[in-house]
């Protein structure tokens, strides 16, 4: 799974005992070498789904990470391009991927902007948040988005019950679990909270007006259905 420029696993497990903020800190000059980077294939599946419902102005990368996602608002953003994460080793290296973007350092729970965008993405950030934190984290995309503005990102379906995937995601959750439990401060990284029917709810209750379209070009399960939707919420 780890390229040999990847980190080790001692650099992993020291990144794991952390605070999120400084696991990835810690992480940032090695993330892109790791199978945790968003794939070039999403990236571009996800554009293309979004460049029919433009034109967009302004566009916003929340927990924007290293700044792949930065790329997806390029190609569809006639204005500025803004990154936000909270850690300073990630920004860093967004830095170096895109020079002219804006890039500021700050908490997705509590954004420090007025209503200014059109587009906002994000993409894989969203496991680092509880549930009870959800619906404070889409109020704050909600008020940083202009009237018309959108929110969208991609959701992959979950695996089938008895997968080896299944087995894998129920095991780490799990290991997160009994880590924070154990350990502080919390490293907070699930892949099982972030359900389909529970986001749209919470997504409605924030305001938003809720529709997920599948993306066909990533393919389909055995049972038909698409391996990844697009989640569109739209500020009224």
Known sequence: MFTPQGPTARELTVQALSSVEHGYDLLARKFDATPFRTPDPILSAVTDALRPLGPFDAGLDLCCGTGAGLSVLRSLCAG?????????????????????????????????FTPSFDLAV???????????????????????????????????????????????????????????????????????????????DRLTRTGFTVETRPITSLGHQKNGSPRCRLVLARKP
């Open 80 to 112: 500025r391009v803004t990154g936000v994460d909270f850690s300073a080793g990630m920004l860093a290296e967004a830095r170096r991927a895109d020079p002219t973007a804006t890039l500021i350092r700050a908490d997705a729970l509590s954004l420090p």
């Open 122 to 200: 994000s993409f894989g950030a969203f496991g680092h948040f509880l549930p009870k934190d959800q619906l404070t984290l889409f109020r704050q995309i909600h008020r940083s988005l202009r009237p018309g503005g959108l929110l969208t990102f991609p959701l992959p379906a979950p695996p089938p019950v008895g997968s080896r995937a299944y087995w894998t995601l129920l095991g780490f959750d799990a290991v997160m679990r009994v880590r924070n439990a154990l350990w502080r401060p919390p490293f907070v990284m699930y892949y099982r909270t972030f359900r389909l029917a529970d986001v749209r």
